[in-house]
């Protein structure tokens, strides 16, 4: 299983960037994928998660900023972030696995990670 993440950047404070997350070996109709973040001396911190089911999870600082959505006929998740602020920078990771209902925000509970995009919101 591989994960390919792509689509971050430099971007002013209000402004909107779309991460991809490519899938390979491994089908979006099963498992987990989710979006994890790690700024400069933090750890690494749950963003949102998209369930087999189609079901979404979000960090509350995102919330009603990000949104997560996949397509499975290309097996990409898409994270679409809007109104970006300067606490949202950070390299931004997604990763896959199957967590049980309760630990879907949980970092060990995802096997397979891509490489990270950075994300760099200006003030």
Do not use: H
């Not at 001396?41 to 009603?64: L, P, Q």
Request: charged share 20%; net charge positive.
């Amino acid at each position: 299983v591989q994960l390919q993440a792509s689509g971050g950047g430099l971007v002013q404070a209000g402004g909107s960037l779309r991460l991809s997350c490519q899938v390979s070996g491994r089908t979006l109709r099963s498992g987990t994928v989710a979006w994890f973040r790690q700024a400069p001396e933090k750890e690494r911190d749950f963003v949102t998660a998209i369930r087999y089911n189609g079901y979404e999870y979000y960090a509350d600082s995102v919330k009603d900023r990000f949104t997560v959505s996949r397509d499975n006929a290309r097996n990409t998740v898409f994270l679409q972030m809007n109104n970006l602020k300067p606490e949202d920078t950070a390299v931004y990771y997604c990763a896959a696995g199957n967590p049980i209902l309760s630990q879907t925000r949980v970092e060990s509970s995802y096997n397979y990670w891509g490489q990270g995009t950075q994300v760099t919101v200006s003030s």
